[in-house]
């Protein structure tokens, strides 16, 4: 019930503002209004202010080039109206070090264990651009597990410590350090359930242990969504690329027919699933399959 009592207390609580402030008619006023909350340390009504106005950008209502003139003073108890802004103008896809002025709030309130969520997701994100971001990422680990007995939610935590597991892999990998790769495979493994992925964080999985040389458990993963027909043409044609490095599968009618359906659904992309170090398109026991492959992907003479 929690998502239906927070989505009531938003309710209750902008209705409140409301009689104080008229949020429908001039967006220009809601930085006037903002101001003024922030004069008065009014945390909650500066809070819904900040939302209004980021809702109001998003809308094309209000220009991006506000926000500097919004920014909250650099104190302890606006710490969190800090933290939005920055997310907020990382979303914009605006350039600058917003994890550098993340760490930044937190060294105001070193309490506030969102921002160190965030400070945490956010440097993930970009280690995964940059594999040279973490120079010493074995340490890193520490941070994610301080957000446990928190008040964020374990599987928000769970997510974090994951993705911590999908990088470090490679980079210990790199390193020469097998034992340590294997643990951190292992253990992706091991809790992948623990937290709420979507078909894309699966598949993301799913190819991760692919490339770590386990199509089985990748398998593992895809072939229920697979099953239940609700996938996507990125999730039919990864599973089909993981599939086909196991030659056993050739003799299950249900496997061929995802062949059948990708040819239908991207014949191009079909096409090219074959090939040296690939699949040999004679394996099939489908007739179908071999004939279409002879007209459609065969090199034209």
Known sequence: MEFLLARERKAILFLKIVE???LTRNKDSLAVHFRNALARKDIPVATTLQTAIFDAIGNGELSADLLPTLNPPKTKEFAQLINNQILFRQEL????????????????DPTNVFIKYNICDLTLKAWAADSS???????????????????????LVNKLYLNFQILIA???LSNKKYKYRDD???????????????SDDLLAVAKFFAESGRAAWALEILFPIMQKGEYSEDMLFNFLSIAITRPDLFEKKEFESYFLKAKDMNPLKFCSLFGTEKINFMLFKEEELKVYFCRACSPKQ
């Open 93 to 108: 896809g605006q350039k600058f070090d917003y994890i550098g002025e993340l760490n930044q709030a937190s060294a105001l």
């Open 133 to 155: 971001y973490l120079q010493a990422p074995e340490g890193f680990m520490k941070n994610i597990k301080a957000l446990y007995n928190t008040k964020i939610d374990k599987k």
């Open 184 to 198: 951190a495979i292992n253990l992706v493994k091991k809790y992948y359930k623990t937290t709420e992925l979507n």
């Open 20 to 22: 104080r402030i008229d």
């Open 170 to 172: 490679p980079y210990f």
